[in-house]
């Protein structure tokens, strides 16, 4: 196992990290942002205002994201256990 492998295996799982967790990521970020939006409108300080739509977006972002999110994990993980005994020489 030389150095490129190495760095092979951690740029492929920061990358499939990154991708699985982008859309829940931008959803939450986006919510937040208009409810923040909303509050300074509205000059209302509750701080568990934007906590509701955040629950809201993700349980639905992962409903619907959900059979990809695990299919890219299940993706990932194959090539890596296929990728092993090569890797260990």
Do not use: C, H
């Amino acid at each position: 196992m030389n150095d490129a492998s190495v760095i092979g295996l951690a740029q492929g799982a920061l990358m499939t990290a990154l991708m699985i967790s982008a859309p829940i990521l931008i959803v939450s970020l986006g919510i937040g942002l208009i409810v923040s939006v909303f509050q300074a409108m509205t000059q209302i300080n509750e701080a568990t205002l934007s906590f509701v739509p955040k629950v809201l977006g993700v349980f639905a972002v992962s409903a619907l994201m959900g059979p990809w999110m695990i299919g890219t994990m299940v993706n990932y993980t194959t090539r890596l256990f296929v990728a092993l005994p090569d890797l260990a020489r």
